[in-house]
């Protein structure tokens, strides 16, 4: 009979943890959201296909996109119905070429395109701050 007790009594407080940790992890889902990162295939099938969303172009070794992508972070977390993408630049060879040939556009990186039935509405280059961000996107892809 004292083995049964002990055995529900272990069972109980690992099912209790196992609740907590499955509420942790429910949370982090609804609460956090993080940009796609893809491949240059992808957008190139998203611009052909109409899509409207938001892509940023730039080289993950460098000191500024690194900081610029915590800012992409926040921003997606925050507004987790805008479909925002991330291409990193580093191992693309002929970038340029690739950006003025899909895009229509030379640019230096970071670059956040808003990109509206597959059509590039606005572009900015550089980082910018989360509000900078916000306010750009929000005029551009109503």
Do not use: C, W
């Amino acid at each position: 009979m004292e083995f049964i007790k002990k055995f529900a009594k272990e069972i109980s407080v690992f099912g209790l943890v196992l609740v907590v940790f499955l509420g942790l992890f429910i949370y982090r889902q609804a609460t956090f959201k993080d940009y796609k990162t893809i491949k240059q295939s992808h957008l190139t099938e998203m611009i052909e296909s109409k899509e409207d969303f938001v892509v940023v172009l730039g080289d993950s070794s460098n000191t500024t996109v690194a900081g610029y992508q915590t800012i992409m972070t926040q921003y997606t977390t925050k507004n987790r119905s805008t479909p925002f993408y991330y291409l990193d630049t580093k191992d693309i060879k002929n970038i340029n070429e690739y950006v003025e040939k899909t895009l229509g556009e030379s640019v230096s990186y970071p670059a956040t395109f808003v990109i509206k039935k597959g059509e590039v509405i606005a572009k900015k280059e550089g980082s910018m701050q989360y509000y900078s961000l916000y306010d750009f996107i929000k005029e551009n892809l109503k």
